[in-house]
């Protein structure tokens, strides 16, 4: 039986600064992960970039880690004086070798099969299968088999879902319909980004909406539209053309945004489709049929774009993200439940895990109901991350225990970091 000092259920944006943090404070370890490598949203979910959190932020010392790796890969850059542009595919080579820095062992295509619970405490997980891959030799045998039984003293829940929490049978928050459209992210490339970026200059001169920028000899750029008129879109009359002739179906209208991706010269990512028919993202069917929906606008759009966008013309679907982007599903009952009133008057507690300024961001799928609401700096307490229901798991990311308009604004990537790292050291402290 192999034994740990704390585990982490989920490889994602918490659970790797959890683990990373963990592993650098001393304690022995262990990420298991359902996919065939690390990141999460930003890797599955090509959720770039890291969107910034205020100058006061806490627990940074994972993103600047990654960061700093990212770039030494060459696959980082700063655009719009934020520094967590981050390649997804050079991400999962960063994360792997923070890990193996870290001396943090690594479960890969790996599920939990059970829990043992004694006493309101986790004693033991058992998986699904024999382990594909690992960095820690203490936990690859010669035979290359992995007992089934794994004993740890913390587990931290970062599956985004609340798989443990789930399985712990824990009080959850959620609520019916309390659920945001959900994306399918995905990258185009055989862009023309010179002839691309010199029009777009040329046609959108709202910097607030479409930014571009030469760094270290590459364009970097950015523009949105969106069905919403609390602005004026320049792009607007492109969509109502393609609209009116077929090429674009209404739906694909109501969110559209893409970004430029440190070392691909010739690709854009698209932060859409988003889907707004089927929202509950603990139900597989509305999954399922999301998935399928958004696929085919994802084809529309590249129709679209090689019409209407000049450089577009030899453009291709390069990568389609494996994972939707889902805003929230399952929270957690915590010591501690989060509340919007707690946000928007910044209350300070003892023990903050996130600061954050990070607006209120809730999607909707009606027009006329987006809008981020601008707060001040918040805290988070580590007490929302404690389960109220098992001793010592914790969670970390958006399943916390929130409430649902809190959570929109804390479930942003910087924040997720946060929460793991400062998870992590908490445990780490409480060692005799």
């Known amino acids: 039986m192999s034994k740990y000092d704390v585990v982490i259920v989920g490889g994602g944006t918490a659970g790797c600064a959890a683990a990373y943090t963990a592993g650098m404070l001393g304690l022995k370890t262990l990420i298991i992960e359902k996919n065939i490598h690390l990141g999460g949203t930003i890797t599955s979910g090509l959720v770039i970039p890291v969107m910034k959190s205020g100058n006061n932020q806490i627990n940074t010392q994972f993103r600047d880690a990654l960061i700093d790796e990212c770039r030494k890969l060459g696959g980082q850059t700063t655009f719009e004086d934020n520094p967590a542009w981050l390649n997804p595919e050079i991400t999962k080579i960063a994360l792997d070798n923070l890990m193996k820095r870290a001396n943090v062992a690594i479960l890969f295509d790996t599920n939990i099969l059970g829990i043992k619970i004694e006493n309101d405490m986790i004693k033991r997980i058992r998986i699904t299968k024999e382990i594909l891959s690992a960095y820690n030799e203490e936990i690859e045998y010669k035979e290359k088999k992995l007992s089934v039984s794994i004993e740890t003293r913390y587990v931290i829940d970062a599956t985004g879902d609340c798989v443990v929490g789930k399985i712990c049978n824990c009080n959850f928050l959620e609520k019916d319909k309390e659920f945001q459209p959900v994306t399918l992210r995905f990258m185009m490339g055989g862009i023309d980004l010179k ?9 959108d001169k709202d910097r607030h909406v479409t930014v571009v920028q030469e760094i270290d000899g590459y364009i970097h750029l950015s ?4 069905w919403d008129k609390d602005k004026k879109w320049a792009l607007e009359p492109l969509f109502k053309d393609a609209v009116k002739n077929g090429i674009l179906n209404k739906h694909d209208t109501n969110y559209f945004q893409i970004f430029t991706v440190p070392g691909m010269p010739d690709t854009v990512a698209f932060n859409c489709p988003r889907i707004i028919d089927y929202n509950n993202s603990l139900d597989i ?8 929906l958004a696929r085919q606008n994802i084809y529309r759009y590249l129709s679209f774009c090689k019409k209407y966008f000049p450089g577009f013309e030899n453009a291709y679907i390069s990568n389609m993200a494996d994972m939707l982007g889902i805003r929230v599903s399952r929270r957690i009952k915590g010591k501690y439940i989060y509340t919007i009133d707690d946000l928007k008057s910044g209350k300070k507690f003892e023990h903050p895990v996130v600061i954050s300024d990070y607006p209120v961001d809730i999607h909707s799928n009606k027009r006329k109901k987006e809008g981020l609401q601008k707060v001040q700096d918040y805290q988070l307490p580590l007490e929302s991350l404690m389960s109220a229901d098992i001793e010592n798991l914790f969670v970390a990311g958006r399943c916390l225990s929130a409430d649902f308009l809190s959570q929109g604004a804390l479930r942003v990537q910087g924040s997720c970091f946060s929460m793991g790292e400062g998870v992590a050291k908490y445990i780490a402290s409480q060692r005799v």
Not at 195 to 203: E, T
Not at 223 to 226: G, I, V
Not at 285 to 292: P, Q
């Open 285 to 292: 069917k509305s999954i399922s049929k999301a998935l399928l």
């Open 195 to 203: 002839r691309f970026s010199d029009w777009l200059k040329d046609y």
């Open 223 to 226: 523009t949105a539209y969106t």
